[in-house]
């Protein structure tokens, strides 16, 4: 601390009046604020002269580059210890907190969130020019060895841990296979390794960059998916697509490419990303004993649960797997999970409304049989209204999409007042002759709906199948 101090006497010329410890982030670096006169500094110190290395060359040319990221103002002799830029306390993930609450993110939060992302590709692009890669810690490189440590940390760290039985040497087979994919892409840009809501400061309005010194030179779908899946953001599908249109309209400033060819890779990066992040909450939570990152396991299989429901075909085994691992009980449910839970029901009026078991009563039961009903035909009385030839001769007919833009509508301003008003469970059931086709698509396009616009917890029970989905 004393050095600290003395940093602080020789850049500003003032004594330190004032030091506040700061919350300290994943790693064994220690934050300080060190306040005198009207002067204010964030001091760090670290364990590891190569790590602090890395931050202070790459903060020296991000900001030559026009990066906004902090400026370092003074070093210690041993590396140990420096002095940083204070960029305030106003941590994007802080100033989200309302939207990652009830689920519905503000305009104000969707804007901030938007213009980070407009930023990514100037640190991806810009950061690379001339970059000095040999500064990077602990890699100047994204690779191959890389990918199997984090893969393998989801096996050690957190699959084993679970108590899931799988084939060793099946699921290493797919992890070569992945790894392989994932390579195809390198790129000469700045991978930022941990670009998350937490590690974006905002000043001014405008975002600024911090905790970029595990950054190496690598692909940009990585920084993508560890910002827009980070599972404790829960961002609803719908803003999560907005924001990677967001960043692919910035990306075209930089380089071309197409649309889908991007979200074909990204696809792979979420997947391995979602199994890194699940081998440090293991680690940190069955090894370390760390009770907070337990409780972030439901919300990365809730992303990986909704990843899967195109299954990856290309890594049979691991899809297997991952298929069982996200319908294990014990990860069903979220710690002290206080969201909005909306309950969906398929039926058969001759058997009856379902019932609400909540207690609450309430919500909406839905007619669907004013819609012309396939079940009438004996070629559709083989399928439901999950299957192709259902949902093409509903959707040909029209009569359905009238009808569901009025459910949206009621049931959408619903959720809306439910999450104001911190209530717990709405139920919507649908209702039709057999409960078979026309109730079936229903339910299933609601579901759909409601969990591209809200963090909701949707529980989806087509009940004269016996089909139960979560969402």
């Not at 006169?37 to 060359?57: D, L, W, Y």
């Not at 100033?95 to 519905?104: A, D, I, K, L």
């Not at 649309?259 to 890779?265: A, S, T």
Request: contains cysteine; glycine residues 8%; hydrophobic residues 35%.
């Amino acid at each position: 601390m004393d050095q600290l101090r003395r940093l602080f006497k020789e850049y500003s010329g003032q004594e330190v009046t004032d030091i506040e410890e700061m919350a300290s982030s994943g790693s064994n670096r220690r934050y300080f604020r060190l306040k005198g006169g009207n002067v204010s500094m964030i001091g760090v110190i670290g364990t590891s002269k190569e790590e602090n290395n890395a931050f202070i060359k790459l903060s020296s040319h991000f900001l030559e580059k026009g990066v906004n990221v902090p400026r370092v103002y003074a070093v210690s002799d041993d590396l140990l210890r420096y002095l940083q830029e204070d960029l305030g306390d106003s941590q994007l993930y802080s100033m989200v907190s309302q939207g990652r609450e009830c689920g519905e993110y503000s305009p104000y939060e969707c804007r901030l969130l938007f213009r980070t992302m407009e930023m990514l590709p100037k640190i991806q692009f810009k950061g690379s020019q001339g970059l000095d890669w040999s500064v990077c810690y602990p890699e100047p490189a994204f690779n191959e060895r890389m990918v199997m440590f984090d893969l393998n940390y989801f096996k050690y760290c957190f699959l084993k841990a679970t108590g899931l039985d799988f084939n060793e040497v099946l699921l290493q087979d797919d992890f070569e296979k992945l790894r392989d994919d994932i390579m195809q892409d390198m790129g000469d840009t700045f991978m930022y390794r941990d670009f998350q809501a937490r590690n974006v400061m905002v000043k001014d309005g405008e975002p600024y960059f911090i905790d970029f010194q595990g950054g190496r030179r690598g692909p940009i779908y990585y920084d993508v998916a560890s910002f827009v899946w980070q599972a404790r953001s829960r961002y609803p599908e719908k803003l999560r697509k907005e924001l990677v249109q967001t960043y692919l309209k910035a990306l075209k400033g930089y380089m071309d490419i197409s649309e889908e060819r991007f979200n074909d890779r990204l696809r792979l990066f979420v997947l391995f990303r979602t199994l890194q992040v699940l081998g440090a909450y293991g680690f940190r939570g069955y090894f370390e004993k760390k009770p907070h990152f337990l409780g972030s396991v439901p919300y990365a299989l809730g992303n990986l649960r909704r990843l899967l429901e195109v299954p990856f075909t290309e890594y049979p085994y691991l899809n297997e797997v991952l298929e069982k691992l996200t319908t294990m009980p014990q990860f069903n449910e979220i710690v002290e999970d206080k969201r909005l839970e909306v309950r969906i029901f398929s039926f058969a009026y001759k058997k009856g409304i379902p019932v609400d078991t909540t207690g609450n009563g309430g919500g909406y039961v839905f007619d669907c049989r004013a819609i012309n009903n396939p079940g009438k035909y004996e070629h559709y009385r083989q399928f439901t209204g999950m299957d192709q030839e259902v949902i093409r001769f509903l959707e040909d007919d029209g009569e359905v999409d009238t009808f569901l833009d009025s459910v949206y509508s009621l049931v959408e301003n619903h959720v809306k007042r439910f999450i104001e008003r911190k209530f717990t469970h709405l139920q919507v059931s649908f209702g039709c002759t057999g409960g078979q086709h026309r109730s079936v698509y229903c339910a299933e396009h609601l579901a759909k709906y409601l969990s591209d616009r809200f963090d909701v917890k949707i529980t989806l029970s087509h009940r004269e199948l016996g089909i139960e989905k979560i969402f």
